[in-house]
């Protein structure tokens, strides 16, 4: 048994090194086209501009995951738990499909018909209506997009994934600057919705070029039990789609109410911020740790995948927050502007606040990995509604800075709640 637990060691490591170095290497073009786009777009824009776009791109992830059905992870498990069972893994591809072609159809209906609405209601004018119409046009390819992601994760296709994220994010960041040029914050929020589309033509061609994937699964008939299979895992993406955008959005609007668009702003650049750091550390988890957890099945090995994860993604997690709060100053004026120059107060406790997250959701994947639904769903709830709730009390007292404090609480009792939950799993009899 021993020399069981230590093969299976120094199988993960391998896997888990190789694919953090080719997720580096994407995150590397992502980290600098993030940068180009944010200074441009931040230069342009302003603090306010900022505001707005974050309000839109919080409500673009939202429509990503409705417009899916919530199934990506689910498919993303089975396709890695049937990955030898080819005849399986189609009929959930062609029933996934199925699935997004409804309720892409229906959500862009909504949005169409609803633009001039959404554009007063999230952004606060009618001068943006074209941007819903153009998000309501697209919204079934960047979901078909995130289901054949789907596909490759479940099959752990890491190159492939890698060669993906990595050209879209040049493609990303010259759509940005181009259109930031071109059209100011139109063209900015514009830039939200059509790189996110685009993204499906570079998806087909790798895919294509890899020659393993074919669309003739698309076309298999809709299976009624294989949906419930993939419905099990939608309420937890969705809930996750849903709580998290519109926590940020009820916070940077009460930030807005508050103080100013300006500390919207700012708060919306320290958003971005830890978002190109979680995005290193999630990459690879999203791409290995799901599929592995999937294929772990019993708690033992699940123990042992968890700590393997851990020991390699925590000190690195660490080092970056380190990193990134001595060098915040530099960073600030590399990344935006001026009047940005006061978010140095925010880094301490958005920095806490990421390192605390990462690692309660290494413990939440595995919820997933489970099905634990119910359990999922109330602790996703309960976390982002105190990370609200206490943004509202602490803003009061600590002004912007408030906010930050308040996430950094809210996930170290998330994640003093996994601990508690999983502690059989981690310490077992």
């Not at 609007?253 to 919207?264: E, K, Q, V």
């Not at 806490?352 to 990995?369: P, Q, R």
Request: proline share 2%; hydrophobic share 55%.
């Amino acid at each position: 048994m021993k020399s069981f637990f230590l093969l299976v060691r120094e199988r993960m490591a391998v896997d888990l090194v190789r694919v953090s170095l080719l997720n580096m290497i994407a995150m590397v073009f992502r980290i600098f086209s993030g940068w180009i786009s944010v200074k441009v777009v931040a230069s342009i824009t302003g603090p306010s501009g900022m505001a707005l776009i974050g309000q839109l791109t919080n409500f673009s992830a939202l429509l990503q995951s409705l417009a899916s059905g919530g199934i990506s992870t689910g498919l993303t498990r089975y396709v890695s738990a049937h990955s030898k069972e080819r005849d399986i893994v189609n009929q959930y591809i062609g029933t996934a499909f199925r699935i997004t072609l409804i309720c892409s159809g229906i959500l862009s209906l909504v949005i169409l018909t609803g633009a001039s609405y959404f554009s007063i209601w999230l952004l606060g004018s009618t001068d943006y209506t074209i941007v819903f119409w153009v998000l309501g046009g697209t919204i079934f390819f960047f979901s078909v997009n995130m289901l054949l992601m789907a596909i490759l994760n479940g099959y752990q296709e890491y190159s492939s994934f890698v060669r993906i994220q990595t050209v879209g994010s040049i493609i990303s960041v010259l759509i940005s600057v181009v259109l930031a040029f071109l059209f100011g914050l139109l063209g900015a929020l514009l830039a939200v919705i059509v790189s996110q589309s685009l993204l499906l033509l570079v998806t087909i061609y790798v895919m294509h070029r890899s020659g393993w994937f074919s669309a003739s699964p698309l076309s298999i008939s809709f299976h009624r039990k294989t949906a419930m299979d993939l419905f099990a895992y939608s309420l937890m993406a969705v809930t996750s789609a849903v709580v998290v955008p519109v926590s940020q959005m009820l916070v940077r609007g009460m930030i807005t109410d508050r103080f100013s668009a300006t500390d919207a702003g700012i708060w919306e650049g320290m958003n971005r911020i830890s978002a190109m750091v979680l995005q290193v550390i999630t990459g690879s988890m999203s791409v290995y740790y799901l599929p592995r957890l999937a294929e772990a099945g019993i708690d033992a090995k699940i123990r042992v995948e968890f700590l393997q994860v851990f020991r390699f993604l925590l000190p690195l997690l660490l080092l970056m927050a380190v990193s990134l709060f001595v060098c915040r100053h530099w960073i600030i004026r590399m990344l935006f502007t001026e009047d940005f120059r006061s978010m140095a107060t925010l880094f301490a406790g958005q920095l806490a606040g990421d390192v605390l997250k990462i690692s309660g959701w290494m413990l939440g994947y595995i919820m997933i990995a489970k099905a634990m639904v119910r359990t999922y769903v109330l602790t996703e709830i309960l976390n982002y509604a105190l990370f609200v709730y206490l943004s509202y009390v602490l803003t009061n007292q600590y002004g912007v800075q408030g906010a930050v404090i308040a996430y950094a609480v809210g996930h170290w009792i998330y994640l003093v709640f996994m601990v508690w939950i999983f502690r059989k799993l981690l310490w077992p009899p």
